[in-house]
Nanobody, 123 residues
Framework: QVQLVESGGELVQPGGSLRLSCAAS????????MGWFRQAPGKERELVAA????????YYADSVKGRFTISRDNTKNTVYLQMNSLNVEDTAVYYC????????????????WGQGTQVTVSS
């Protein structure tokens, strides 16, 4: 049974930092592209960052470029999202996802999803 378990979400003040983790089990981690998505209340789920397994290339939404960094540790079956300079617009539930296909940017490119972790940015 494949499981993706996110952790690290919490309440943080504007300008603060958080590191989200997503631990994968039940699958051979290495071939999977990994993505972080987020969904704010009343909004659609959107891609935040993704990392391709074959090249290690990372992709970011324009809204987080320069502030967020995605990385993966294939020895620990874990993907991370380092988030710096957080602002209130970053408040959302953050989901990690795993996919084998070539696509990275659409939710449909990912076969497996975690349950999400809440990030709240507020003073």
């Amino acid at each position: 049974q494949v499981q993706l378990v996110e952790s690290g979400g919490e309440l943080v003040q504007p300008g603060g930092s958080l590191r989200l983790s997503c631990a994968a089990s039940g699958l051979t981690f290495s071939p999977y592209n990994m993505g972080w998505f987020r969904q704010a209340p009343g909004k659609e789920r959107e891609l935040v960052a993704a990392i391709r397994w074959s090249t290690g290339s990372a992709y970011y939404a324009d809204s987080v470029k320069g502030r967020f960094t995605i990385s993966r540790d294939n020895t620990k079956n874990t993907v991370y999202l380092q988030m710096n300079s957080l602002n209130v617009e970053d408040t959302a539930v953050y989901y990690c996802a795993a996919g084998l296909g070539y696509g990275l940017f659409a939710a449909g490119a990912y076969e497996y999803w975690g349950q999400g972790t809440q990030v709240t940015v507020s003073s």
